[in-house]
């Protein structure tokens, strides 16, 4: 079988990503409990910006908001830090007004996700210092999301490394943040070795 990157194929849509979309219904799954909504490709504007986030998810109970930006890897470093951070500026405020919510949130926690491949973690080796400035904050946050277990008050910004086609004891460790991710080994050689993975687990 080709490994081909089927974004650079002719015959596919050219938003077609199946590796992101293999990330997003993993994180969804994951996410969707009692008492929190979720919602993938969410739209946002806030006067002249506008996108869409990833996956947000909500607690209007609680007060407790998620985004997350996933990234398959990282052709424009610049790029994906301005839409992640136009992300952390407007969109937890678009939200809050779309829903008619009139308190503040309790805690916001914005994640960088990145595939678990050597191609996107080489980029992160290379850029250390720029995705510790963009992304501050230690885990806890996500992995409180993650776990369905309280998160801390406040506003968070993590990054976090995700291997979407994980099985069997890798399963246990579907993630890591940003320090372990620039010393760990990575799950994946590149987006192509990824698709296949997901396909050999029935999951593209």
């Excluded at 008492?35 to 739209?43: C, F, K, N, R, V």
């Excluded at 910006?49 to 609680?62: C, I, K, M, Q, T």
């Excluded at 490394?161 to 080994?185: C, I, K, W």
Aim: positive net charge; charged residues 25%; glycine residues 6%.
């Amino acid at each position: 079988m080709e490994l081909v990157d089927p974004r650079a194929k002719a015959s596919r849509r050219p938003d077609e990503d199946p590796v992101h979309a293999a990330m997003g219904e993993l994180e969804a799954a994951r996410l969707m409990r009692p008492g929190t909504e979720i919602a993938l490709d969410e739209p946002y504007q806030h006067y002249q910006f506008a996108g869409r986030g990833d996956l947000v998810g909500w607690s209007p109970e609680r007060g407790d908001l998620l985004h997350l930006e996933n990234r398959t890897r990282f052709p424009n470093v610049q790029d994906a830090f301005g839409a992640y951070n136009a992300k952390r500026q407007w969109l937890a405020q678009a939200i809050a007004t779309r829903l008619g919510r009139r308190s503040a949130w309790r805690s916001v926690t914005h994640v960088l996700v990145a595939l678990w491949s050597s191609e996107a973690i080489h980029t992160v080796r290379l850029r250390t210092a720029s995705f510790k400035a963009v992304c501050p904050d230690p885990i806890d946050a996500f992995a409180a999301w993650w776990e369905g277990t309280p998160v801390a008050p406040g506003v968070h910004s993590t990054f976090v490394a995700l291997d979407p086609a994980a099985t069997g004891r890798l399963e246990r460790r579907r993630y890591v943040g940003l320090a372990e991710a620039v010393s760990a080994r990575p799950r994946h050689r590149d987006y192509a070795g990824a698709l296949e993975a997901l396909r050999r687990a029935g999951l593209a």
